[in-house]
T-cell receptor, first 112, second 115 residues
Framework: DQQVKQNSPSLSVQEGRISILNCDYT??????FLWYKKYPAEGPTFLIS?????DKNEDGRFTVFLNKSAKHLSLHIVPSQPGDSAVYFC???????????FGAGTILRVKS | ETGVTQSPTHLIKTRGQQVTLRCSSQ?????VSWYQQALGQGPQFIFQ???????GRGNFPPRFSGLQFPNYSSELNVNALELDDSALYLC??????????????FGPGTRLTVL
């Protein structure tokens, strides 16, 4: 039962262009969503989050959009840089206890 | 730099053996969570501890157990190892009691191989 899905295993983008990573979820109880970035041989690094009461959160080059009716969120990276090349995980949690439910990840490659 | 460390980095065990993985949380972080990441998948929640008490458990059998200590260190113990236990084991610490907005900071993980 995959409650969080990242349907694109990989994405390739040219440096300077926009990267859009997508995530879908099925559990209506999720109230907090996060994006983590992971480099090889390192643990996931927190990138940006959004509460279910918002539809957009921005932090520098990173913006997360949440569409609750569609149960869909996306991460936009503008402009993309070669250092952004990593695996990106979408995660969600439902209230107290903060058990994170992760998607399978999307490999982003930014070409220079 | 998250401040979360894990040991060992890599470990090889044989089926049926027992293993203990260790994590040192960021100072002041009262909550530690453990995740299992199989190849090609996202991390899966194993359990969480808050101030040395279990605070939530995922869909893992009882042979997965944990401990949290007052000095912000914790352990994940796995008994009767199976081949499917081969994975990257991640610990994550957070400041609060594990509310939704309580950001979790991950360590680099321990790669366990069961032969």
């Amino acid at each position: 039962d995959q409650q969080v899905k990242q349907n694109s295993p990989s994405l390739s983008v040219q440096e300077g262009r926009i990267s859009i990573l997508n995530c879908d979820y099925t559990n209506s109880m999720f109230d907090y969503f996060l994006w983590y970035k992971k480099y090889p041989a390192e643990g996931p690094t927190f990138l940006i989050s959004i509460s279910s009461i918002k539809d957009k959160n921005e932090d520098g080059r990173f913006t997360v959009f949440l569409n609750k009716s569609a149960k869909h969120l996306s991460l936009h990276i503008v402009p993309s840089q070669p250092g952004d090349s990593a695996v990106y995980f979408c995660a969600a949690s439902a209230g107290y206890g903060n058990k994170l439910v992760f998607g399978a990840g999307t490999i982003l490659r930014v070409k220079s | 730099e998250t401040g979360v460390t894990q040991s060992p980095t890599h470990l090889i065990k044989t089926r049926g053996q027992q293993v203990t993985l260790r994590c040192s949380s960021q100072s002041g972080h009262n909550t530690v969570s453990w995740y299992q990441q199989a190849l090609g998948q996202g991390p899966q929640f194993i359990f969480q501890y808050y101030r040395e008490e279990e605070n939530g458990r995922g869909n893992f059998p009882p042979r997965f157990s944990g401990l949290q200590f007052p000095n912000y260190s914790s352990e994940l113990n796995v008994n009767a190892l199976e081949l499917d236990d081969s994975a990257l084991y991640l610990c994550a610490s957070s400041l609060g009691r594990g509310g939704s907005s309580d950001t979790q900071y991950f360590g680099p993980g321990t790669r366990l191989t069961v032969l």
